[in-house]
């Protein structure tokens, strides 16, 4: 009978029976992984399974293919943290979705580090342009990473202002300006941690992501982007927009 424990972030919640519940976990070593979680809706677990808490889960099932039930105990109510400002609430129920796009049971141990960390700086300033950027961590862990270390064509690093949309590189002003409208815009800040970014950067970071989610990604997996993306991008929008 296969079992094992392992820190896990809740990504989603499916009502089943009165006060059990069908939850998918982010696990820090076993990935994108379901089980069943008998009195997930009880007065003792009350609060526990919300999306985006971290919990320490052992799994087991009869086989392997199977759904397998879930023991958890809470370690951080992250959903607490954020639960009086509605634009991270929405940020973090959306790193959860998004997160959902990974495939089911393949170990993804670096970005759920970088996930972990994502929602633990939620709560401090510049949480928006670090959540763009963990956009693009997804896309390396679905197998769709960007490279913006040096331009596809020179091979320099300066001047690094647009994106390839066939090989996803990063491509320097004098080498794409004959092609600059069939190329992305990479903001600045995109690839500098300590920038922050006007509306109209974080629509063209967003843009950015969001071209590679759609059509490779989404195409590949047959699936689409949860619909919390764009109430995200358009709350932040209209907050810059004041």
């Not at 690093?157 to 600059?180: F, H, I, M, N």
Request: charged letters at 25%.
């Amino acid at each position: 009978m296969p079992e094992w424990t392992d820190s896990a972030l809740i990504i989603g919640v499916k009502k089943f029976a009165e006060r059990d519940a069908v939850v998918s976990f982010l696990t820090q070593n076993h990935g994108r992984h379901n089980g069943l979680v008998k009195g997930a809706f009880s007065k003792r677990h009350a609060g526990d399974f919300q999306v985006g808490n971290l919990v320490q889960i052992s799994w087991k099932a009869r086989l392997e293919e199977h759904l397998g039930s879930v023991r958890a105990e809470l370690l951080t109510a992250y959903a607490v943290q954020v639960l009086d400002d509605p634009m991270r609430l929405t940020a973090l129920s959306c790193l959860c979705a998004m997160s959902s796009l990974l495939p089911e049971r393949e170990s993804v141990p670096e970005f759920f580090k970088k996930t972990l960390e994502q929602i633990a700086l939620l709560r401090f300033d510049g949480w928006a342009e670090r959540y763009v950027r963990w956009e693009a961590d997804l896309l390396k862990a679905l197998g769709f990473g960007l490279d913006l270390s040096a331009c596809a064509v020179t091979g320099t690093t300066q001047d690094l202002v647009y994106v390839s949309p066939k090989s996803g590189r990063a491509v320097c002003r004098e080498a794409g300006k004959p092609w600059q409208d069939k190329l992305l815009a990479l903001p600045a800040f995109f690839q500098k941690a300590s920038e922050a970014a006007d509306k109209d950067e974080l629509k063209k970071a967003f843009s950015l992501t969001g071209f590679f989610l759609e059509n490779y990604v989404t195409k590949t997996l047959d699936c689409s982007i949860p619909s919390v993306r764009g109430r995200l991008i358009a709350a932040l929008i209209d907050d810059r927009n004041g």
